[in-house]
């Protein structure tokens, strides 16, 4: 079999300020077997927007940059922005960008390629592509990769605050579903996402959402089969404040520098136990009914008095209808409890924190040069908040190299 290919799917909207940068890392890879697909785009309402216009013409801008760059490396543009070109009604966004680069990409490489799905605005190392083709030569049967991640500090107090509050949240929240053993312990992020060509056809592709189109993909690719989850190298996203899409980093940052982090908040870890309960009646559930923590979220969710019913009769052996319970109580019902459970938690986002480090990870809380019970989000150094973060990077490296895959 001849090596891999890795495709670079990139999309590009008003990232002028990033794209140079971002070739430059790709040009510096010391794996060669690769090509570069990146889609430039934006509504096309945009060309008679006054507010939008400058973005229209730096998107033009960069479009000349790449064109200049297409005897320097493999790439292919893919023009979602110039006038006519732009997208039309509602199918707009990064998601279809994404879509787009990603279908184009399944319809040229071989199922044995790897599409690799990043942004202009991450950075990352000159052996990152070759530490991905060790890590799927290891794993040949992993349907994808979610690649680790550490955001880069900005010297912004600022936006290094925002940024270290979100990565806590994340971190924290993966490393309970981690300590739970469940199936979707895993984080999303566009920019640090991998998938070899026959897992994304044998899904159905990337279904295009405004917002949350890397975790949708994700949870379809673990519905699927395994993810990795450890990496020898990571990817380095920007922090920065973005409105393009309806969550994630850069409305986080946006939203939490003004001080509003409840749609991020530091659950219970007592809520994250209940889930794990719930998973664990799931080969008892086949035999019939009991009790479990999540039944009223559970039926309301689903406006359905017992779900189990209908999976028994559709699923007739126990290994089957656990595989459907995991598949209908998904990462997107996770955390749809764990917001409903929320609303009842009195307790600050600093007491959930603290109690969680204290109950489950007492001794490391040695490796802090400062009490953890003076923690703030709001008030504490931002080299306390960074030493924090460092600090869950570490607990989740530590689970991620000992079980490399979920």
């Known amino acids: 079999m001849t090596d891999k290919k890795i495709f670079i799917a990139l999309p590009c909207m008003d990232e002028l300020e ?114 991905l083709i060790d890590s799927f030569r290891h794993y040949p049967k992993a349907v994808a990769m979610s690649v680790p991640y550490y955001h880069a500090l900005t010297e912004n107090a600022k936006k290094d605050r925002a940024i270290l509050h979100y990565e806590i949240y994340m971190r924290y929240y993966a490393l309970n579903l981690w300590r739970i053993k469940n199936p979707y312990a895993f984080t999303a992020i566009g920019s640090a996402i991998a ?53 994630g980093t850069g409305p986080a940052m946006i939203k939490g ?19 794990k309960i719930t998973y664990e009646l799931f080969p008892e559930l086949f ?43 998904d990462a997107f019902r996770i955390l749809q409890y764990l917001k409903w459970k929320q609303k009842l938690d009195k307790a600050s986002d600093e007491i959930n924190l603290i109690q969680w480090f204290e109950y489950f990870y007492n001794s490391e809380l040695n490796e802090l040069d400062f009490d953890i019970l003076t923690f703030s989000f709001d008030q504490s150094e931002i080299a306390h908040l960074s030493q924090v973060r460092d600090l869950l990077v570490q607990l989740e490296e530590n689970i991620q190299k000992k079980q490399k895959i979920t």
């Open 287 to 329: 035999s019939g009914d009991v009790p479990s923590p999540m039944d009223a979220f559970i039926a309301q969710k689903f406006d359905e008095d017992n779900i189990w019913v209908k999976l028994r009769e559709n699923f007739k052996n126990r290994e089957n209808f656990v595989r459907a319970c995991m598949h209908k109580i």
């Open 18 to 131: 990033n794209i140079s940068g971002f070739i430059q890392c790709v040009k510096n890879q010391t794996y060669r077997n690769y090509k570069l697909f990146v889609c430039v785009n934006q509504p096309e309402l945009w060309w008679t927007s006054p507010d939008n216009l400058e973005i229209c013409l730096r998107n033009q801008q960069t479009l000349s940059y790449l064109r200049a760059s297409l005897n320097q490396i493999p790439l292919q543009i893919i023009d979602k922005s110039s006038q006519g070109e732009g997208w039309k009604g509602k199918k707009t966004g990064v998601g279809y960008a994404r879509k787009i680069l990603m279908d184009t990409i399944a319809s040229e490489a071989a199922d044995h390629d790897i599409i690799l799905s990043l942004d202009a605005d991450t950075t990352f190392n000159p052996t990152y592509f070759q530490s």
């Open 257 to 275: 520098s003004g001080g509003d982090w409840s749609s991020y908040p530091i659950y219970s870890f007592k809520h994250f136990d209940e889930i």
């Open 195 to 247: 998938v070899p060509v026959n897992a994304y056809k044998k899904i159905g592709g990337i279904t295009p959402h405004k917002s949350g189109e890397d975790f949708y993909f994700l949870q379809k690719l673990r519905k699927f089969g395994n993810v990795l989850c450890w990496n020898e190298e990571k990817v380095y996203p920007a922090a920065r404040y973005s409105d393009r899409v309806g969550f």
